[in-house]
Nanobody
Framework: QVQLVESGGGLVQPGGSLRLSCAASGSIFSFNAMGWYRQAPGKQRELVAAITSRGSTNYVDSVKGRFTISRDNAKNTVYLQMNSLKPEDTAVYYC????????WGKGTLVTVSS
């Protein structure tokens, strides 16, 4: 059973930075892709950023130039570096891993507020 554990969320002021981590219980090589999704109150969950097993990345337009997804295969961990945070980035951020099945973490809350 694959487990994904997110960490790194919290309260930050607008313009600040946070780095989210997603630690997988097994080798991330087994996943076709890993990604970060977010869900704000009253809104649908949306893909924020994804990275394939080959290292290709894609981002939702609203975070391009501000967020960076990366992976450390040795640590079985995927990161989301978030810079220049805005209040509209406030959401619960979920880690996702795609293989034959889809796996989800429990989420970590990011609040951007002054």
């Amino acid at each position: 059973q694959v487990q994904l554990v997110e960490s790194g969320g919290g309260l930050v002021q607008p313009g600040g930075s946070l780095r989210l981590s997603c630690a997988a219980s097994g080798s991330i090589f087994s996943f076709n892709a890993m990604g970060w999704y977010r869900q704000a109150p009253g809104k649908q969950r949306e893909l924020v950023a994804a990275i394939t097993s080959r290292g290709s990345t894609n981002y939702v337009d609203s975070v391009k130039g501000r967020f960076t997804i990366s992976r450390d295969n040795a640590k079985n961990t995927v990161y989301l570096q978030m810079n220049s945070l805005k209040p509209e980035d406030t959401a619960v951020y979920y880690c996702n891993a795609k293989a034959v099945l889809n796996y989800w973490g429990k989420g970590t809350l990011v609040t951007v507020s002054s």
